[in-house]
């Protein structure tokens, strides 16, 4: 056995699952959450992501709001059935969202966030679920992505 897994005090980093269609948008959001201390996992699209969900520990689902086959709003509701512990954030860089679709959704980013309140809100939502309650969050999310 490693040390490091021995050590109760050694953490391993927050995992997100990110979902986005976006191959860009994935490659960039992922090296920003990487160098902010997230560990990342990612999916292409909702039924990929169904399935990490499924095998994997996640602290997080982070997801892209306007994908094929169903938007975020709608995978968020499926992955709050799957995991209900794990916060969900929803991403809408250009797309409206409705209130009606935040539903199942733990923390909002549209069109003016910037990747600095992305980043303190994620950390955020991580340590509130680690201590047991989750604060919904409305902000919006920029086009940096």
């Known amino acids: 056995m490693e040390a490091a897994n021995r050590n109760p005090m050694h953490r391993q980093p927050p995992v997100v699952l990110y979902v986005d269609d976006n191959l860009r948008s994935s490659r960039f959001l992922t090296a920003v959450l990487e160098e ?69 959704v733990d923390g909002y980013f549209g069109p003016n966030t910037t990747l600095d309140d992305l980043i303190e809100n994620l950390r955020t939502l991580v340590a509130a679920d680690t201590m047991g309650t989750v604060t919904r969050l409305r902000t919006s999310w920029s086009d940096a992505t």
Do not use: W
């Open 36 to 104: 902010c201390g997230f560990g990342v996992t990612t999916a292409n699209d909702p039924v990929e992501a169904r399935g990490v969900c499924k095998n994997f520990a996640i602290d997080l689902a982070l997801l892209d709001y306007d994908m094929p086959v169903m938007t975020g709003s709608q995978l968020a509701e499926e992955l709050k059935f799957l995991v209900p512990d794990v916060p969900v954030v929803l991403l809408a860089g250009h797309a409206s969202v409705s209130q009606s679709e935040l539903v199942f």
